[in-house]
């Protein structure tokens, strides 16, 4: 048995980085995810990481993707306002793929918003933030032991795809509390280490594909490997090459490293869906009054079940669709004016009827009222 805690979700995925490999954070204090700043500047001199409060955002990814290129596993955190900031070096983590984590504890927005008050208002920011035609992976926690899981599995994806990827969180689960068991030494826990080249200094290529998955061995500066890293559409050599056979080339292969993949990539849960017949989609700080709002549900003889996407992007689009050949309807719930309904309904492509329970008004639904939204969908369908 390990150590059992009572651990802020912040809190957890600072143990999770570190217990991942973690060793470098750069970033700047926001509300609701500063606990993850002070959390890594205490923890990283611990285990001989170095932490970097830069003087703003754009520095902090900047900071992070310098890490990664030297060969050290990055993180940073942010909340919405900051995440904007961090758009145009996203974009360059993605193009030159560089490995590194983000973290984004959602708050009510746009411009400072409520810093303090639950949203999930990031949801199409996450994957569409940074302009162009770019992919990332989102992964989105409903639980404190979830933030420490998460966080590992982000560093996991990053590492192993080469690409930036997105630890969706959202204040209710960033700043509530919870029991959680972590191991009493993290020694024996995979670190997850980066593919590097097997090749001589001289004949290495840096965006080479030498295996088939299509994600290249990556050189840390300073080994002896020399490499060109670009935001520019660039060949195999990684300096500029705008022709249209190298653009369609540098596209396809950015895209189909995760496409290829999406049973690896994508997670998903299913609560109570086994004769389920009606479901609720929900993810993060959201899903947890749907929980509840299930079993209320089912006392009431009402056949409903939660299903539950851990991978936001890429959309579990395969999964989604198949849901709506074995339900009657679906309700959405979210804390934003329905971002993810528009892909759940584009999934399901007029099959059933998807309707949505918006809460955007700085509170969380509770079990009640969304018990209320369930009867609306079934009609009070009951066994």
């Known amino acids: 048995m390990g150590k059992v805690l009572l651990m802020q ?30 959390g890594m500047a205490k923890r ?38 900051g995440f904007s900031l961090k758009q145009e070096m996203l974009g360059l983590a993605c193009s030159a793929e560089i490995p590194c984590v983000v973290v984004d504890v959602q708050r009510v927005g746009p411009a400072t918003g409520q810093p303090t008050s639950p949203s999930q208002g990031d949801v199409m920011q996450t994957r569409w933030g940074t302009h162009g035609d770019h ?68 004949d290495y290529l840096a965006y080479r594909d030498v295996d088939g998955t299509k994600v290249p061995p990556m050189a840390p500066f300073g080994s002896g490997y020399r490499w060109h890293v670009s935001g520019l559409v660039h060949d195999e050599t990684g300096f500029p090459k705008g022709t249209p056979s190298a653009t369609r080339t540098s596209q396809d292969r950015l895209r189909t490293k995760l496409t290829d993949r999406l049973d690896d990539i994508i997670m998903t849960e299913s609560y109570r869906m086994e004769d389920a017949e009606y479901a609720v989609i929900s993810y993060g700080g959201a899903a947890r009054t749907a929980y509840d709002a299930v079993d209320a549900a089912r006392e009431q003889g009402i056949k409903v079940g939660l299903f539950r996407p851990v991978t936001i992007w890429p959309f579990a689009e395969k999964e989604i669709a198949g849901l709506s050949s074995k339900v009657k309807g679906i309700l959405v719930h979210e804390l934003n004016c329905g971002q993810y309904f528009l892909e759940v309904e584009r999934a399901v492509h007029g099959k059933i009827p998807v309707t949505l329970y918006a809460k955007y008004d700085n509170e969380s639904a509770s079990p009640e009222e969304m018990l209320e939204e369930i009867k609306k969908m079934t009609g009070g369908a009951q066994a």
């Open 44 to 81: 990283l001199p611990e285990v001989g990481g170095k932490f970097m409060q830069t003087e703003d955002e754009l520095a902090g990814m900047g900071a992070v993707i310098g890490a990664s290129l030297a060969g050290v596993k990055g993180m940073t955190a942010t909340s919405g306002p």
């Open 9 to 38: 979700g912040n809190s957890a995925v600072v143990e999770g980085a570190i217990s991942a490999g973690v060793r470098f954070y750069g970033g700047y204090p926001i509300t609701p995810s500063t606990e993850i700043a002070e």
């Open 135 to 202: 992919w990332v992976i989102v992964v989105s926690p409903t639980s404190v032991p979830e933030c420490f899981d998460l966080t590992r599995r982000a560093v996991e994806l990053s590492e192993t795809y080469r690409c930036p990827v997105i630890l969706l969180m959202d204040e209710i689960v960033g700043h509530m509390r919870e029991r959680i068991e972590l191991p009493e030494s993290y020694d024996d826990l995979p670190k997850f280490p980066r593919k590097v080249p097997s090749c001589a200094p001289e």
